[in-house]
T-cell receptor, first 114, second 115 residues
């Protein structure tokens, strides 16, 4: 059974810092990995999708890397801003099919203070 | 392009009642999945539908059921509500087709409170 772990559970930093959020998964047979952002009481917003054959993806100040063999992904946030405050979740889709559930970590709650 | 739409946004129900939640996926998406989110358990998978067929099911009691219509819209039903069913219910849609981008997009959720 796939298990996804995110470290740290919470992070509080001053504005302007570069951040690294970590995600690890136990079964390397994944189809893809997706990073999401969730604001309190809201739905999930997709940030980045990395296919199993890819090593990284970038969108603006966000960069996500994937090391499938070691079961790890990192989300790098450059020059953090107060508006980045949210919970960040990573999810993996098991390999073999484009269908099937996503396995989620418990998230990293990020607070960026001015 | 419209996103995933979930209705209603908020619901308050009494124990023992039943409730139906609705999800309209992104146009062209054929896979719809449902998740329950609580502070204690995080995101838990309920079920997935593709082309009107349930393809996967999570570990929830039979009180939780769902269906998908020919236009890919999906509904989930919870009967005999319990206090522990209070949660944010999230719907996700994706293309679901082999070889295509399987990025999942989520709706804003339905906040269900059982009193």
């Amino acid at each position: 059974k796939q298990e996804v772990t995110q470290i740290p559970a919470a992070l509080s930093v001053p504005e302007g810092e570069n951040l690294v959020l970590n995600c690890s998964f136990t079964d390397s047979a994944i189809y893809n990995l997706q990073w999401f952002r969730q604001d309190p009481g809201k739905g999930l917003t997709s940030l980045l999708l990395i296919q199993s054959s890819q090593r990284e993806q970038t969108s603006g100040r966000l960069n996500a890397s994937l090391d499938k063999s070691s079961g790890r992904s990192t989300l790098y946030i450059a020059a953090s801003q107060p508006g980045d405050s949210a919970t960040y979740l990573c999810a993996v889709r098991p390999g073999g099919s484009t269908l099937g559930r996503l396995y989620f970590g418990r998230g990293t709650q990020l607070t960026v203070w001015p | 392009k419209a996103g995933v739409t979930q209705t209603p946004r908020y619901l308050i129900k009494t124990r023992g009642q039943q409730v139906t939640l609705s999800c309209s996926p992104i146009s062209g998406h054929r896979s719809v999945s449902w998740y329950q989110q609580t502070p204690g358990q995080g995101l838990q998978f309920l079920f997935e539908y593709f082309s009107e067929t349930q393809r996967n099911k999570g570990n929830f009691p039979g009180r939780f059921s769902g269906r998908q219509f020919s236009n890919s819209r999906s509904e989930m039903n919870v009967s005999t509500l319990e206090l522990g069913d209070s949660a944010l219910y999230l719907c996700a849609s994706s293309l679901g087709l082999p070889g295509w981008n399987t990025e999942a997009f989520f709706g804003q959720g339905t906040r269900l409170t059982v009193v």
